[in-house]
């Protein structure tokens, strides 16, 4: 435990679980759909449903929809951004089976026709976790620079892209690979400790049966934190 774990997060009150957290969570939809979200639907689950209006949750999180930093004092008038943005956004409320209290999936979509659904947990001082991305089960905080690869379940795609890190003398600091079946879609989850350049990224989209790849730079707090290739 780090002294920012006792003292918390640099944020807009009242609650680092409610709201900088809930922001976090938003950033990190926007950054993995991989650019400005036109539409968001947002359900909240939990404690997140039964006081996140009063918390801020709800304005958190559209606030992280908009690239807005836990600490940006335009998050408690995040709905009115919204509009000016050109954000839809509904907020309504979920039952899930064993998922923390502070939880909230996120389906969003990019004017391009690009859509996410995420499902992350607020685990209190601003820290987040990633449970799911499009119904595949993942497990990552945005705390490493993360790789999202998405694939297709064929023998060498995983030799392929580690070899091509290890060539660049990226290390590997946690991995994990999940698909729906057997020959369908693949996701992997790749952090790393080195920082990965835009050329490099888009190096790896071009590796067969790769379909897309989204990194995530924990270093870069603001709208280009992430990018998609």
Not at 17 to 37: D, K, N, W, Y
Not at 55 to 81: N, W
Not at 97 to 117: F, K, Q, Y
Request: hydrophobic share 40%; aromatic share 6%; proline share 3%.
């Amino acid at each position: 435990m780090d002294i920012f774990d006792i003292l918390g997060p640099v944020m807009v009150g009242p609650s680092s679980s409610h709201t900088a957290g809930a922001a976090r969570i938003g950033c990190m939809a926007r950054t993995l759909l991989g650019s400005a979200p036109v539409k968001a639907n947002i359900y909240l689950h939990g404690s997140f449903a039964e006081t996140g209006s009063g918390h801020g949750t709800d304005r958190a999180l559209v606030g992280g929809l908009l690239g807005m930093q836990p600490d940006d004092l335009r998050i408690p008038f995040a709905f009115d951004e919204a509009k000016k943005a050109g954000l839809a956004f509904t907020v309504d409320t979920i039952e899930l089976r064993d998922a923390h209290p502070n939880t909230a999936v996120i389906s969003v979509w990019s004017a391009d026709g690009r859509n996410l659904e995420l499902q992350a947990s607020s685990l209190g001082g601003g820290r987040i976790m990633v449970n799911k991305l499009d119904g595949i089960d993942v497990n990552f905080t945005g705390a490493y620079n993360t790789l999202v690869v998405r694939n297709h379940d064929e023998n060498g795609t995983l030799a392929a892209v580690t070899t091509i890190l290890n060539q660049l003398r990226i290390n590997v600091a946690n991995m994990s690979l999940c698909r729906h079946k057997r020959g369908g879609d693949a996701l992997m989850v790749i952090e790393t400790d080195q920082h990965i350049k835009p050329h490099q990224v888009a190096f790896l989209k071009e590796l067969p049966g790769i379909l897309s790849v989204t990194y995530y730079d924990k270093e870069v707090e603001s709208d280009d934190a992430g990018f998609d290739a």
